[in-house]
């Protein structure tokens, strides 16, 4: 056996397929009964199993899970283990693991990664981020967690759309609310808009726009008591630059988008302190051989991470490999998803304003040319980009550990000791079986760490 105590290092396995048993030994069992069953292509119904996994979600006082494929995702370890404890990752490994008592759960053929991170979602599940009341807001975010966290989003930063000066109070207040739930996974708020160009607004309400304001930024600071993590800012705007610098000190991310500036402009806010490009190609100008833009000096500049929405949609397939090519270890995917994520086409709303989904995207009401966010998921987004032709590792990596390093959130994005047990099972397409947060199963529908669970509005 060969294990990690330390940062990951590059593993290749010899053994082939791993042995598809699963054996649940209840370490609080006055009676220390084993269940022990095969995985086959049938799903597995038993009470021993059954008996077992509501330790296995309430308690979790030691798990270990093996798999064929663990993607941390900054390497591959064939045949590995992942070893958890009260919700941390303790230890992860090739081979058989360490001989403790606990529970061990055998995956088979399936692939362990980090869980998903999104610091650009609007909505989703029937819900979304704008509203008017705290406890609206609250009540939408675990809504909508639930509803992500059936596709591999394990944490996420709530996002507005620009709306009132109360509005976004209020949303401050929500995500403080909501971020006080156990394992709830929302790790903020990303403020997308009011400040931003009118001519690069796409989808969002004119009439909400407005300058950049310092006293506006420490007022909902204030209120988020830390909530507040990433703005979104045209750095062209008049005020930009102090908004930039008080944003620095508040330990809040800047990210330039919905910007109409230039490649020296964009050069200047990075040089401020910007380090994040919102969507990019998307809500700026475009890349031109001979104006560069802000497409340009986001991607020559080492220091900025850049969001990529990879619906097919947004960026064309051809651009996703060669921004992931270019820099595979500043791309972070984003789903920009809205409230009609898992809807069905029809009439919606993005914050104030009126939006229609068809068949593979969302438009403004009356403008189909205007893209108004998405419904895509991030298991959709990882299979887009592999399809593209973007490495799998790179495609994870943009999903997970990219991300949490974009925001600086040291605790997530990484399987990795001392890292929360924040993982996602995959198939071999790339689907997702199973997700866990800090250990706890919270999608889980085809019963692999027990009876058939859904996620739940308190995960």
């Known amino acids: 056996m060969v294990e990690l105590a330390e940062e990951p290092r590059r593993m290749s396995g010899g053994g082939g397929a791993l042995g598809v048993r699963i054996a649940l030994r209840c370490a609080r069992s006055d009676q220390g009964t084993t269940a022990?069953?095969?995985?086959g292509p049938k799903r597995w119904p038993h009470p021993g199993v059954q008996a077992a996994s509501p330790r296995i979600r309430s308690?979790?006082?030691?798990?270990?899970?093996?798999?064929?494929?663990?993607?941390?995702?900054?390497?591959?370890?064939?045949?590995g283990f992942v070893e958890l404890d009260q919700g941390i990752i303790i230890r992860i490994g090739q081979g058989s693991p360490p001989g403790r008592q606990g529970v061990v759960v055998d995956l088979g053929e399936r692939l362990l990664c980090p869980g998903y991170l999104d610091v650009h979602v609007h909505g989703g599940g029937g819900a979304e981020v704008n509203h008017a009341r705290p406890d609206e807001v609250a009540d939408a975010l675990r809504q909508l967690i639930a509803f992500h966290r059936g596709h591999g989003t394990t944490s996420l930063l709530a996002t507005t759309v620009s709306d009132t000066p109360d509005v976004l109070r209020a949303v401050l207040e929500g995500v403080s609310i909501a971020m006080r739930d156990p394992g709830s996974g929302v790790l903020g708020c990303h403020l997308e808009g009011p400040?931003?160009?009118?001519?690069?607004?796409?989808?969002?309400?004119?009439?909400?726009?407005?300058?950049?304001?310092?006293?506006?930024?420490?007022?909902?600071?204030?209120?988020?008591?830390?909530?507040?993590?990433?703005?979104?800012?045209?750095?062209?705007?008049?005020?930009?630059?102090?908004?930039?610098r008080l944003a620095r000190k508040l330990?809040?991310?800047?990210?330039?988008?919905?910007?109409?500036?230039?490649?020296?402009?964009?050069?200047?806010?990075?040089?401020?302190?910007?380090?994040?490009?919102?969507?990019?190609?998307?809500?700026?100008?475009?890349?031109?051989?001979?104006?560069?833009?802000?497409?340009?000096?986001?991607?020559?500049?080492?220091r900025?991470?850049?969001?990529?929405?990879a619906d097919g949609v947004h960026v064309h397939p051809a651009l996703l490999g060669m921004v992931a090519a270019l820099a595979p270890e500043r791309m972070?995917?984003?789903?920009?998803?809205?409230?009609?994520?898992?809807?069905?086409?029809?009439?919606?709303?993005?914050?104030?304003?009126?939006?229609?989904?068809k068949e593979d995207r969302v438009v403004l009401a009356g403008q189909e040319e205007v893209l108004a966010g998405s419904v895509l998921t991030m298991d959709k987004a990882v299979a887009h980009c592999v399809e593209a032709g973007?490495?799998?590792?790179?495609?994870?990596?943009?999903?997970s550990y990219n991300p949490a390093c974009s925001i600086g959130e040291v605790s997530r994005?990484?399987?990795?000791?001392?890292?929360?047990?924040?993982i996602v099972v995959l198939d071999a397409e790339l689907g997702v079986e199973a997700t866990l947060v800090e250990g706890r199963v919270v999608h889980d529908p085809t019963g692999l760490f027990g009876h058939p669970v859904v996620a739940s509005r308190s995960g």
């Open 195 to 244: 400040w931003i160009s009118a001519q690069r607004r796409g989808a969002q309400s004119l009439e909400a726009l407005r300058p950049p304001s310092t006293s506006e930024l420490e007022d909902l600071a204030k209120l988020g008591g830390g909530a507040l993590r990433l703005v979104t800012m045209a750095p062209e705007l008049p005020g930009a630059k102090d908004v930039i």
């Open 251 to 302: 330990g809040v991310v800047v990210s330039l988008g919905h910007t109409d500036c230039d490649y020296e402009a964009a050069r200047k806010a990075f040089e401020a302190g910007v380090t994040h490009a919102t969507h990019l190609f998307n809500g700026m100008p475009p890349l031109h051989h001979r104006h560069p833009g802000p497409v340009g000096a986001a991607l020559s500049d080492p």
């Open 304 to 309: 900025v991470f850049f969001e990529v929405i």
């Open 390 to 399: 973007v490495p799998m590792l790179v495609a994870l990596r943009a999903a």
């Open 332 to 357: 972070v995917l984003v789903t920009d998803a809205i409230g009609a994520a898992g809807s069905p086409p029809g009439h919606y709303r993005l914050g104030p304003i009126q939006v229609v989904l």
């Open 59 to 79: 308690h979790m006082a030691e798990l270990v899970i093996r798999a064929a494929r663990l993607a941390t995702p900054l390497q591959l370890i064939e045949d």
């Open 36 to 39: 022990c069953l095969t995985l």
């Open 413 to 422: 994005g990484l399987l990795a000791p001392g890292r929360r047990a924040d």
